[in-house]
């Protein structure tokens, strides 16, 4: 299914029947990545008299409960409302349609010269404007809206990795001006936060991306209430760094983060 689509004054072609999906399959009965020491995501039987929720056991169907942390479990898109005291949906914000996006690889680097708030501590590794202005593809055919970091080594035992018990990189806020200046209003990474996973409730990245001042927690002082950010993606090694077209699913849930598929269209000019 081909299809011509016109982009900032270019034309670009791309295939509608094979996009990549970026979503980390969730097994309740296996293992699973997971985030913050959250329990993990389950799934049982739903039982009422006279039905037992399970063909297996002698139901007319199956009907599961499923329990999960969206932020914790998977892959997720959150927004702003992340950090604010009224409601903001992510499946509202969540944009329809195909986004211009750029795919770009990085080594997080050790702390230096770029920080973040509270201060990166030794050991901490993080993902940098320099990183991110090296990897960026200066020749795209479109200007990009979105913007999807593998974060490298690319490790396979990524897709179900339990990142509790470590601190993973994240992002410096120079790295989350960077993506403002730039017009990136919809962020995909394969880490599960942008910020460190015990940063005394700052958020620093998340503030700057959201257009959020520091400690607020209204809604109406976000400048960027139409962003979003998707974490806890996996880019398999077939994608090359470069311009693709991202489709951001989500469900009609509510909440400041769902569950989530981002998909990657490669294009052609």
């Known amino acids: 299914m081909n299809a011509r689509i016109a982009l900032g004054g270019r034309t670009v072609d791309i295939d ?17 990545p ?5 329990p993990r995501a389950s799934a049982r039987p739903f039982e009422a008299p006279g039905f037992a929720g399970a ?4 139901a007319s169907c199956n009907c599961e409960v499923i329990s999960l942390i969206p932020h914790c479990n998977g892959t997720h ?22 986004l211009p996006a750029l795919l770009v690889s990085v080594e997080p680097e050790p702390a230096g010269a770029e920080g973040s708030d509270p201060a990166p501590r030794p050991g901490d590794r993080l993902v940098t404007r320099r990183a991110l202005e090296r990897a960026w593809l200066t020749a795209a055919p479109f200007e990009a809206r979105a913007l999807i970091v593998r974060t490298l080594p690319n490790r396979p035992d990524k897709r179900v990795h339990d990142y509790s018990a470590e601190t993973p990189p994240y992002l410096t806020r120079e790295a989350g001006q960077l993506l403002v200046a730039r017009g990136i209003a919809h962020l995909v990474v394969d880490l599960p936060s942008i910020d460190r996973a015990r940063d005394e409730g700052r958020l620093t990245a998340h503030r700057i991306f959201f257009g959020l001042p520091p400690g607020s927690t209204a809604l109406a002082a976000a400048t960027r209430r139409d962003a979003t950010i998707t974490e806890l993606a996996f880019v398999p090694d077939e994608l090359h760094d470069g311009a693709y077209l991202l489709e951001l699913q989500v469900p009609a ?3 400041d983060a769902v569950p989530s598929r981002p998909l990657v269209y490669s294009v052609s000019s």
């Open 34 to 38: 997971r985030h913050f020491d959250a």
């Open 55 to 58: 063909v297996t056991r002698g």
């Open 77 to 98: 898109t959150e927004c702003a409302g992340h950090l604010t005291r009224e409601r903001l949906d992510a499946s509202r914000v969540a944009p329809l349609g195909l």
């Open 253 to 255: 849930l509510a909440g």
């Open 16 to 32: 509608l029947s094979r996009p990549v999906s970026l979503a980390l399959d969730l097994d309740f009965g296996g293992a699973q």
